[in-house]
């Protein structure tokens, strides 16, 4: 026999209230897209701790957390330019982001071709981050093997007490995701979810609901 079904254990219904059918039956999906992300990023800001968070998965398989900076006809992040990502964004330049936000039972999907932003975009948004931010910015050596988190951590230490300002490094970089698809799913408590796929054809986004 499978050994793992002899192990098999079951994690409980944790979390086993999402929306109620009728709920559901009132969603609307707006004919843009980006104005039903807004629209709900706008209600997840409410009562999500950190709304703009989401997984970014590039050509790896490979998927981590990144924060959404911009959110207008695309997607900004910003990231060192030394990273796995960004060797796996080179190779090959499309990716997807996953937002969840569990206080209003919204999973929203995100797929689409990515391209580096200008430098002086990413200059600027970090001239915006609090000094503490630039500074462990500036010295990660991102993804790269750290023999000791605590002579980082001394190094920041010292360089803190110290400097009043740090030049953008060259490893800070951003790039830019400008979708073809997005999946917008809404859960339900009865597991009827509801779930609008959009795609981009064109310049004109079709939108199909599947099942869930
Ligand atoms: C909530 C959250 C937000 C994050 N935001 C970023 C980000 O904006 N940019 C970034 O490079 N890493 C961010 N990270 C760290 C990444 O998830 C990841 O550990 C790091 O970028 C290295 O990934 P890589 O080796 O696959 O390139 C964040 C992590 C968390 C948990």
């Not at 703009?52 to 911009?70: E, F, Y």
């Not at 002579?151 to 009043?164: E, G, R």
Request: positive net charge.
């Amino acid at each position: 026999m499978d050994p793992r079904v002899r192990k098999s254990k079951y994690i409980p219904n944790l979390k086993p209230k999402y929306l109620t059918l009728n709920v559901l039956s009132e969603i609307k999906p707006k004919k843009n897209p980006f104005v039903f992300f807004n629209f709900l990023f706008k209600k997840a800001i409410k009562t999500e701790p950190e709304p703009n968070a989401a997984t970014l998965c590039t050509d790896g398989p490979n998927g981590r957390m990144v924060l959404i900076k911009s959110i207008d006809k695309s997607f900004y992040f910003f990231t060192n330019k030394h990273s796995q990502k960004v060797k796996e964004l080179k190779r090959k330049p499309r990716a997807s982001l996953v937002f969840y936000w569990p206080t209003i039972s919204v999973q929203i999907r995100v797929h689409g071709f990515v391209s580096k932003l200008p430098r002086k975009i990413c200059v600027e948004y970090f001239s915006l981050r609090p000094l503490e931010s630039q500074l462990a910015l500036s010295l990660s050596k991102q993804s790269k093997v750290l023999d000791s988190w605590y002579d980082l951590k001394n190094k920041f230490q010292k360089y803190i007490k110290k400097i009043k300002l740090v030049p953008t490094p060259a490893h800070w970089c951003g790039y830019e995701i400008k979708p073809q698809k997005f999946e917008f799913w809404f859960g339900s408590t009865e597991r009827l979810h509801r779930r609008f796929l959009y795609k981009k054809s064109g310049r004109k986004w079709y939108i199909k609901e599947l099942y869930p």
